[in-house]
């Protein structure tokens, strides 16, 4: 009787693990198949891409939108930052505003003259490894645009007027967003020092110095040396005229191609190992607190799982540290946005501290989230979620031309044929295992504390405030703030 009751048992339980194993699956291939759902706009917008590459080794993208009058263009140039030398720094940044003050056959502000008369928007950013140049405007317009996007691009005429007015214009830009704003310039400087000796050690933005002793000669020997057209991608989504193509190969096909090789970078990887600085700023409001962490660049096999895993810990609205402020929060603000270059990457988090909280406990409950990703992972539905909240970012992309022609002239080398789905299939491909691994990787060595400190009179005053009892101290926080 034993032995048959322990059959039965045993059996029953097997039973019961294998439907509840059955269910887990059912439950995880209707998640699953709910992403694979959501992302299929991805692969039909992909499939309506155009590609050609020009002999010079231009990559051109074309994408038509039936609906609408407008098209937007967005070229992209693999040059920023990283590849100035010294004593040029800021000269990628500086000379993204000289292509808008003339080229041989369109001098001065005709550039922006004509667009505005068109109606159309445009801009342009500059970053560690990149420029990009992007507007929209009108479809009828599309041929004028092609023909001026070549003639700043190839034949850009920098006078010493128009250098000296956009040194002033950067200098300016500096001081606003920079040297006048508390904590900014010592903080940017002892987080570049800690990429010292790589391509990354300096600002986008360059030195006052190196922008004021720029000279028209230097500006055109840099447009020689990174200009190029194999340097350039170029996508163009919206009403695409039929002659769109030729279009492209009349004003650019003539552009040739340097004997030299393009410049080639490589992966740079730094040890999370402790570091702790802190600056006194004068003008500083209030305490606060900057933590970062080296991770990876785009193109590393962990990229996709460190995004996820950045959106996991701070910068989604159900982010665990979002989460941790929503009753009795230790800290009044927290913001994050990951550097992420093509060969390296740096997660940032800046925290600023209810009054009853130091800056120590700050950082310790940012170690104490870790820790418990370290040790237990994250479960598959949040993994889940993180999934589909990444696939709406891209999907919003879709209804915006702009957005996605900027989206399309960022592609990386290893995603050249599949812009849209290619990152879509790497984070898809994220496991748990994946998420605990890289957390226990890069997180979990050390990182950069920097802490932002103000004028000793209000650093005294909060530092009252955190012997004090919460009741009392909420009410005098409002007041001291």
């Known amino acids: 009787m034993k032995t048959d ?36 706009p991805l692969y039909q917008v992909e499939r309506e891409i155009r590609y050609h590459q020009l002999d010079n080794g231009l990559q051109l993208r074309v994408l038509p939108f039936a609906s609408g ?11 920023g930052s990283r590849d100035e030398k010294t004593g040029q720094t800021g000269y990628a940044h500086l000379f993204e505003h000289m292509l808008f003050k003339g080229s041989k056959n369109a001098p001065g502000d005709s550039y922006a003259q004509t667009m505005s008369s068109l ?13 990009n140049y992007y507007l929209t405007l009108p479809s009828e317009a599309l041929e004028l645009a092609l023909w001026l996007e070549a003639d700043r691009f190839i034949r850009p005429a920098l006078t010493a007027e128009t250098v000296k007015n956009q040194q002033a214009t950067v200098l300016e830009e500096m001081a606003t967003s920079i040297d006048n704003q508390p904590y900014v310039r010592q903080a940017m400087e002892f987080l570049l020092e800690q990429a010292k000796g790589t391509a990354y050690q300096h600002a986008v933005i360059g030195s006052k110095q190196d922008i004021a ?49 393009l410049a080639q970078h490589q992966h740079l990887s730094f040890d999370n190992k402790p570091v702790k600085g802190e600056i006194v700023d004068s003008r500083g409001p209030w305490p606060a607190l900057l933590l970062a962490w080296h991770t990876v660049g785009q193109a590393h096999k962990d990229a996709a799982a460190i995004s996820l895993l950045e959106a996991y810990l701070f910068q989604n609205r159900n982010s665990i540290i979002k989460q941790s402020g929503l009753n009795d929060p230790e800290q009044l603000l927290t913001y ?9 990457g740096v997660t ?26 370290n040790n237990r992972g994250i479960t598959d539905s949040d993994l889940v979620q ?21 989206s399309l002239s960022a592609t990386l080398a290893q995603d050249q044929l599949t ?33 932002l400190l103000p004028p000793w009179y209000i650093r005294w005053g909060k530092a009252m405030l955190e012997w004090l009892p919460n009741s009392l101290t909420d009410s005098l926080e409002d007041w001291v703030l």
């Open 348 to 373: 940032n988090l800046v925290m600023v501290p209810r009054a009853k909280t130091s800056l120590n406990q700050l950082a310790k409950n940012v170690e104490q989230m870790i820790a418990a990703i």
């Open 386 to 406: 993180l999934k589909a909240q990444w696939l709406n970012l891209k999907l919003r992309q879709l209804d915006s031309p702009s957005l996605l022609a900027r």
């Open 419 to 451: 812009p849209l789905t290619g990152p879509w299939e790497r984070i898809n491909a994220v496991t748990t295992a994946d998420m605990q691994r890289v957390s226990q990787s890069y997180f979990n060595q050390g990182y950069v504390r920097l802490d």
């Open 213 to 261: 002793s720029s000279t028209p000669e230097s500006l055109n020997l840099f447009h020689q040396q990174h200009y190029r057209p194999d340097a350039m991608q170029l996508s163009i989504v919206g009403q695409i005229p039929e002659n769109t193509q030729h279009w492209v190969e009349t004003q650019f096909g003539t552009w040739s191609q340097p004997a030299t090789p």
């Open 119 to 131: 109606s159309g928007q445009f801009n342009a950013s500059t970053f560690f490894d990149y420029t």
């Open 69 to 79: 009058q407008s098209v937007s263009l967005a070229s992209q140039f693999s040059v």
């Open 5 to 40: 009751f322990y059959l039965k048992y045993y059996f029953a339980t097997s039973l019961s693990l294998l439907l509840g194993i059955g269910l887990l699956c059912q439950s995880a291939i209707a998640k699953q198949l709910d992403l694979d759902q959501m992302a299929l």
């Open 336 to 344: 994050s946005i990951p550097l992420s270059m093509e060969h390296m």
